[in-house]
């Protein structure tokens, strides 16, 4: 970092603070010219390179506006990050924040609320914060019951939230006229998905009529487990992956093999396997065509 910069607390600051330490506008602007810091906002700066990833990016605006307004909490998608959940569908170019204010503000960066004095805060790396039952909820008002969802199936099940809390928290934003978005997801959401993939797969093909089951596990005449599938379409033969190819890059050739062997033994089984990858997430009709087609194979068979 440049010893012009030392005293940004955490890689971040603020024109208040600058002008504190004896540096002019003239400076600040000279700075950014020059890249080496970096405008995060109106009066908000950061110091260095930008970060490589929008979470990361949000995580340091936050920071910086926390510092601009102390008496400030993070809220919706910006508590959601702030307790590392994922934040899927949601806009991460501004941050979310309730602070005592009489009615909703926006500036450069960010959308200020008025405090909810029903909502517990908590406290996180990025700063204070809702907690997660209150940023869900938050979340599916503000951006739809699927990115509410997702978000949901995460915190559920990693056990950070209960489902009961989340219709607590949706039943005391009842007169909130967007309210039937959180309902919708207190209704959707499974502990059983395990990523962000699964969760929008499950969406996709429960919002299409395909009633689905996630995480079945598959046994063999014997009882020996053959595998746990991602979804399975009730009532069928059809096993549903989500194939984040995360699995096979940490485990190299040697997971790839085993997937392989896994699915032909599901096959052999008389199961019809679809796979579906972030690409295919993007044409949500294919996919929901493909898995029809898969069902019709499966009865065929059947018959």
Not at 36 to 42: A, K
Not at 45 to 74: K, M, Q
Not at 80 to 96: D, E, F, N, R
Not at 115 to 129: N, R
Request: hydrophobic letters at 45%; a positive charge; one cysteine or more.
């Amino acid at each position: 970092m440049d010893d012009t910069w030392g005293w940004a607390i955490g890689g971040v600051f603020t024109t208040r603070m600058a002008l504190g330490h004896g540096i002019d506008r003239d400076v600040l602007t000279a700075g950014c010219r020059r890249g080496v810091i970096r405008s995060l906002g109106r009066g908000l700066y950061g110091v260095g390179p930008a970060a490589a990833s929008p979470e990361a990016r949000h995580a340091e605006l936050c920071r910086a506006l926390l510092l601009e307004y102390p008496d400030a909490v993070l809220a919706g998608r910006s508590a959601l990050l702030a307790s590392g959940l994922p934040v899927w569908g949601m806009p991460l170019s501004t941050a979310l924040l309730r602070r005592p204010v009489d009615r909703q503000v926006t500036r450069s960066g960010a959308r200020i609320r008025a405090l909810d004095p029903g909502a517990t805060v908590i406290d996180t790396q990025t700063g204070p914060a809702t907690s997660p039952v209150h940023a869900i909820v938050q979340a599916a008002l503000d951006h739809g019951a699927a990115v509410g969802v997702v978000t949901a199936d995460a915190a559920l099940g990693r056990g950070v939230v209960a489902h009961d809390a989340l219709v607590a928290e949706t039943s005391r934003r009842a007169g909130h006229r967007r309210v039937q978005q959180a309902v919708a997801m207190t209704s959707l959401c499974d502990d059983r998905s395990e990523s962000v993939g699964e969760s929008r797969l499950r969406l996709v093909l429960v919002a299409a009529g395909l009633a689905v089951t996630p995480q079945v596990q598959v046994r063999d005449a014997g009882g020996a487990l053959v595998g746990r599938v991602d979804l399975a379409v009730d009532g069928t033969n059809v096993l549903v992956e989500f194939d984040g190819l995360v699995k096979y890059r940490d485990g190299g050739p040697e997971a790839l093999v085993r997937e392989k062997r896994r699915e032909d033994r599901l096959r052999e089984l008389g199961y019809v396997v679809v796979r579906i990858t972030w690409q295919d997430l993007r044409h949500p009709d294919r996919v929901v065509a493909a898995v029809r087609r898969a069902v019709a194979i499966s009865r065929r068979h059947a018959a």
